[in-house]
């Protein structure tokens, strides 16, 4: 496999369009991330679930997610499946988001995620910030919307268990979905990580970067 390194990276952004879409698609990343750099700022929005117990869900996991870090989360109430008719709420919730933090990474939906929120709040992020890595997470989901992702960030078993357990134990509201378990979290981990030669792996969509190759 080929290895890219980003650098040293001081401020990320991590965007979900509902409490536990962050978790689910990037915390494995986020606790290696937070492990390996002590005080990295996580700037965190997402749209949905706002003044109800799923905000006090992503909150409690989010810090548990990103230990060490410097975390500050706004959890807005737009309502779920319903983000294409708040498409002006959504944009301005994002470009306050810019308006607060220049990052070095951003960690968002795929553009091609089956669900209408996932990928509205994904085309929105490019309009606010222009020249930034993004990242595009996947989410195992009933539309079977997987793909063929462009990148990977490796999980240590410990580290994939550890993802897991967080999920199972900071957002109780989920437990009733009968996808939602550790089967379909480390079955679709230990996919990816056979696709680049590791155990186990989160993977991302990549719609645009620069390289230098060095000269």
């Not at 737009?78 to 944009?91: F, I």
């Not at 992702?149 to 999920?167: G, H």
């Not at 981990?189 to 719609?207: D, L, P, Q």
Request: aromatic share 6%; with cysteine; hydrophobic share 40%.
């Amino acid at each position: 496999m080929i290895r890219l390194d980003t650098g040293r990276l001081d401020r990320i952004v991590a965007v979900g369009a509902h409490c536990d879409d962050i978790a689910i698609g990037a915390g494995g990343t986020l606790l290696a991330m937070c492990r390996a750099r002590p005080g990295l700022r996580v700037d965190a929005l997402v749209l949905s679930g706002g003044g109800s117990e799923r905000e006090q869900e992503e909150q409690a996991a989010l810090t548990a997610f990103c230990p060490g870090s410097d975390l500050r989360l706004t959890v807005h109430k737009l309502p779920d499946g319903r983000l294409p008719v708040h498409w002006d709420e959504a944009k301005a919730a994002v470009e306050e988001l810019r308006g607060r933090t220049e990052p070095d990474l951003i960690l968002a939906p795929r553009t091609d995620d089956a669900h209408q929120d996932h990928r509205g709040l994904a085309r929105l992020i490019p309009t606010a910030f222009r020249d930034h890595l993004v990242l595009g997470y996947e989410i195992v989901k009933w539309d079977g919307d997987l793909g063929r992702p462009a990148a990977y960030r490796p999980l240590s078993p410990e580290l994939a268990e550890q993802k897991v357990r967080l999920l199972q134990e900071h957002y109780p509201s989920q437990r009733h979905r009968p996808w939602y378990d550790r089967e379909a979290f480390l079955g679709l981990a230990r996919i990816r990580g056979i696709e680049c030669h590791e155990r186990y792996a989160e993977a991302f969509a990549v719609t645009k970067l620069t390289l230098n190759l060095g000269g």
